[in-house]
């Protein structure tokens, strides 16, 4: 989705876009090289820093959660993606969410993330009152992403997974939780 909004217009030319992931490196180097190895195929590659991507004037970066120092001077984020953020530590969760939330008022960012246990990050804002939540709350499964994501065939091998329920299916590790979610895209009420 970020690479298709960088290059389906010019709207997101002159901004940044970010993905803040567990506190290793490691892992926003993987991220950052999955997005370019979309381009592999069509014989475009990239020669910039492994945590950066530049697409039609627009930056997408990686930092790790317990290095945000440089996330927090962003002249224009657009869409800020918290890879797995329930699965941060608890202090970076609330480091990630203000520092986060910062930027609603100055560049109105789509914020996207999944849910992991009950408890964190996600079901404080999912239990948020819909009147005073400052996110518009999108619940998607696996059936939105079925013949277009995802083949019919890929779901078939993903139900023997003991992981389907909270991958694809609207669950907290498993368990039924009422208005509980996979894929919980926040994006600030427009």
């Not at 800020?80 to 970076?92: C, G, P």
């Not at 560049?107 to 849910?115: F, L, N, R």
């Not at 804002?125 to 499964?141: A, G, N, Q, R, T």
């Amino acid at each position: 989705m970020m690479a298709w909004l960088c290059l389906r217009n010019d709207n997101y030319s002159n901004s940044q876009m970010v993905i803040v992931t567990w506190p290793n490196q490691d892992i926003a180097i993987k991220l950052v090289k999955r997005l370019k190895g979309l381009f592999a195929s069509h014989g475009v590659y990239f020669d910039s820093k492994e945590t950066v991507l530049e697409l039609n004037g627009c930056s997408i970066e990686a930092y790790p959660s317990n290095h945000l120092d440089a996330y927090r001077s962003l002249s224009n984020p657009k869409f800020i993606l918290l890879d797995e953020a329930d699965f941060f530590r608890k202090s970076e969760q609330e480091d990630v969410r203000q520092v986060t939330e910062r930027y609603i008022g100055k560049s109105d960012p789509y914020i996207a993330s999944t849910p992991n246990a009950p408890g964190g990050l996600f079901e404080k804002i999912e239990k948020e009152p819909v009147e005073s939540c400052i996110y518009k709350k999108v619940f998607l499964d696996y059936t939105y992403g079925e013949g277009k994501i995802y083949t019919t065939g890929e779901i078939a091998k993903a139900k023997a997974s003991p992981s389907f329920e909270r991958e694809f299916n609207l669950k907290y590790l498993g368990l039924s939780v009422m208005c509980s979610h996979n894929y919980l895209s926040t994006m600030p009420q427009k």
